[in-house]
Structure formats: structure tokens, C-alpha cells
């Protein structure tokens, strides 16, 4: 089965792509590079044996899509293409909503013209904004609180309205929770360019020594110890996911939101602590004020990704740390 993976050469999406390639899918990666590297696909390579095909170029290019789209026999996109950073998306609401909203309307026309009706969605647990209760499940009332989370609704919603104007469309929004770790290869993981907003690279330099200590932001939340608690989910178990889904939606049509997480929630002190006894490292920590925006817990009900797709996140906590580590200790991206 041909599968084009927009966001291509992303974190996310190289995982996937590593999953896809093994299990014997033809993977082509689409990605314009704002946020990723090209030499990604030397390294999906190196891991799987065989070649994706790379190819640049921006999901608003419709008419490009759709040549793509036939010219490759493309049966089914998984959209992973997005900017991702919520306090940038508070500072540039247009270009979030440009790239993410006005961007996806821009693939699924290509997708239509093309007569490619299948996609899994990048969604995130941002849709839900602050929860009103816990476990997540997916009938939480949806009240994204930044344009990020926002731009994620939207999406959902234009997908869920395609599906019900054409009962061909298939169509699977995968909510992910908090995705951290690498391929236990160490030659894909995640590397934001910048200096990282998430918890987990943030960990990952101060332990290389490029940061000098971890700001913990909040440590008066309503928690056991003090700090948020958000469910951490092994990359790798989120690329089978999509797999599941793919699997899903070649048997079942309309239109799915899912919630992808452990069911499990871990505070940032029981991260770092489990951080540093896997690999064996002091990691410094100050706590600081509060990150305005963030909630002092969330995790997931993973009820419904496994009584729909079969599938439950296998990997530890323990395993998220040690691969994240590895990866950055053998960068050779
Ligand atoms: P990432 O930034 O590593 O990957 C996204 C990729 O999309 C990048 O390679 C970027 O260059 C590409 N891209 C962005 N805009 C594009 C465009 N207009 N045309 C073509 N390519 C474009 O991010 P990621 O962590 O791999 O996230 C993948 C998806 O999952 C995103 O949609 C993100 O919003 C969603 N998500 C991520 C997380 C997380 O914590 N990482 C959580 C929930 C949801
Ligand atoms: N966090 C922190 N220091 C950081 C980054 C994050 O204390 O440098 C905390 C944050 O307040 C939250 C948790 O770590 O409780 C996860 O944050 P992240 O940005 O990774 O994910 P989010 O759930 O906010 O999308």
C-alpha cells in the first residue's frame, strides 16, 4: 500500500514512516523542512533497509498534491504537517491558522480531485483545553485554550463535516497526549531547532550540559508533589497507533477521534527522577512560576483507541527516558 505522510520528516512521522517501511508499506514523505531535517531520511534507512521517498514541498501547493497523489497511486495520507509551538501560535495566530487550517483544506481538495479518501490525523489532547474531569475521554467538552489547540478543532471539525457530505471518506483524528523518546536505534528522535518549549528535550540538554538546570514551571499545583502531571506516551507506541488506524479504516468508514496515551499520568519531579536513575545523571532543577496556559493534570481514557484499533501503548516511562537519552547522546543527524 503507497502511503504519503505529510510532516514527513517531522519527530512524529519519521517513527511512523520507520513502522510503515518495516511492515512492507511503499512511504512517501512530504515536508516543506520549516521544522525538520532532509538527512532524516538517510537515517529512516539506515534503520529499515529500504528507501522512502522524500519529497519537498508545502501541503498549500493543492495542485501539487494532486499530481503527487496520482502519479505515486497514493491510497492514503497520514497528515502529521502542522507548526506546533503553542506560545508561538499565541504570538502569530494568522500563520498558525494559515499553515494548519488553510493548510489542510488545501490537501483534502488534492486529496478529493485525486480520489483519495483515507487519512489519519495529527490531533492533540490541546482540543480538550482545561479538563473538567480525568481520566480525558473523548466526549470531554472541547475548549482549546490558544490558537494551536484551536487550529487542532478546527481541523477536526472541516474533516468531520468532509465525512459526512461523502460516505467515501475515511477518516481518523488521533488525539496524542504527550509523544517523548526516540527509536531505540538512536539515529531518529526528536530535536527541535530552537530551544525547546517541551519538557523531555529540555531534560535532554540540561543533562548534555547545554542548559544549565531544568525550570519547573509550578510547583503549587493540586499534584502529589507540587508539579503537572501529563500523560507520557513512547513515540514509538504512537507510530503503531497509526498503523491500527490504517488497519481501522481500511475495514470501517466516517469519521473517528481518538485519544492516544498511556492512561497514566507522571509528574515533571517523578520524571526527572526517573530521568536520572535510568541514566544514571544529576539532572538540575529549580522550580520557577507557573507557565501560563498549562493545567496541573491531564492523562487520558484509552478505552476507546483500544476497543476500536486494538491497540495499547506497551512501553514504560523508563523506556521513553533511556531512548531519548541514547538518541541525543549518538546524534548524528
Ligand atoms: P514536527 O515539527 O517535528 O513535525 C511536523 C513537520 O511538518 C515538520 O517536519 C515541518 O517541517 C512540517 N511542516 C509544517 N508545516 C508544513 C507545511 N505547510 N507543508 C509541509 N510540511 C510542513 O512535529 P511533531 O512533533 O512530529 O508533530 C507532528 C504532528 O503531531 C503535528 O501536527 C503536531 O501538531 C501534532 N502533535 C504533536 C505533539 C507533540 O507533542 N509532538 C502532540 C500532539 C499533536
Ligand atoms: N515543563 C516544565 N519545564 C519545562 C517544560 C515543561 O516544568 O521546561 C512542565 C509543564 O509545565 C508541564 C509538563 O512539563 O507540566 C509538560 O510540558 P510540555 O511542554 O512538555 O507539554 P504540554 O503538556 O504542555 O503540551
Redesign the pocket.
Known amino acids: 500500500m503507497n502511503i504519503l505522510l505529510?510532516?514527513?520528516?517531522?519527530?512524529?512521522?519519521?517513527h511512523t514512516a520507520v513502522v510503515l517501511s518495516s511492515l512492507g508499506y511503499k512511504v512517501f514523505l512530504?515536508?516543506?523542512?520549516?521544522?525538520?531535517k532532509r538527512q532524516?531520511v538517510t537515517q529512516i534507512k539506515k534503520i529499515t533497509g529500504s528507501a522512502v521517498t522524500f519529497i519537498k514541498?508545502?501541503?498549500?501547493?493543492s495542485d501539487r498534491i494532486v499530481r503527487l497523489l496520482k502519479r505515486k497511486k497514493i491510497e492514503a495520507v497520514i497528515?502529521?504537517?502542522?507548526?506546533?509551538a503553542v506560545g508561538h501560535s499565541v504570538d502569530r495566530p494568522i500563520d498558525y491558522f494559515d499553515?494548519?487550517v488553510a493548510?489542510t483544506v488545501s490537501l483534502v481538495r488534492a486529496m478529493n480531485l485525486a480520489n483519495v479518501k483515507t487519512m489519519v490525523?495529527?490531533?492533540?489532547?490541546?482540543v480538550y483545553g482545561n479538563p473538567t474531569y480525568l481520566p480525558l475521554d473523548e466526549i470531554h467538552p472541547k475548549l482549546a485554550v490558544n490558537p494551536?489547540g484551536r487550529t487542532?478543532l478546527h481541523i477536526e471539525e472541516l474533516l468531520q463535516d468532509v465525512s459526512d457530505a461523502d460516505a467515501e471518506w475515511n477518516i481518523s483524528c488521533l488525539?496524542?497526549?504527550?509523544?517523548?523518546g526516540a527509536h531505540e536505534s538512536g539515529f531518529i528522535g526528536?530535536e527541535?531547532s530552537d530551544r525547546p518549549n517541551?519538557l523531555m528535550p529540555y531534560l535532554v540538554q540540561v543533562a548534555l550540559g547545554d542548559l544549565p538546570y531544568l525550570r519547573v514551571f509550578g510547583g503549587d499545583y493540586p499534584t502529589p508533589d507540587g508539579t503537572g502531571i501529563r500523560d507520557y506516551v513512547h513515540?514509538m507506541d504512537i507510530a503503531d497507533g497509526h498503523v491500527a488506524a490504517l488497519d481501522f479504516l481500511s475495514k470501517n468508514g466516517g469519521w473517528h477521534a481518538l485519544n492516544l496515551g498511556t492512561g497514566s499520568g507522571c509528574s515533571v519531579f517523578e520524571l526527572v527522577r526517573i530521568f536520572e536513575e535510568t541514566n544514571q545523571c544529576q539532572i538540575s532543577a529549580k522550580v520557577v512560576e507557573r507557565r501560563p496556559g498549562d493545567v496541573a493534570e491531564s492523562y487520558a481514557c484509552v478505552e476507546k483507541a483500544y476497543t476500536k484499533l486494538g491497540w495499547r501503548a506497551k512501553r514504560t516511562i523508563p523506556d521513553m527516558c533511556y531512548s531519548a537519552w541514547h538518541f541525543r547522546k549518538n546524534r548524528v543527524v
Request: net charge neutral; aromatic share 14%.
Open positions: 505529510t510532516g514527513g520528516t517531522g519527530y512524529i512521522a519519521s512530504y515536508d516543506n523542512l520549516s521544522n525538520s532524516v514541498g508545502d501541503i498549500r501547493d497528515h502529521f504537517a502542522g507548526l506546533k499553515n494548519n493548510g490525523f495529527s490531533s492533540s489532547a490541546t494551536y487542532k488525539r496524542y497526549f504527550n509523544p517523548i526528536e527541535p517541551n513515540v
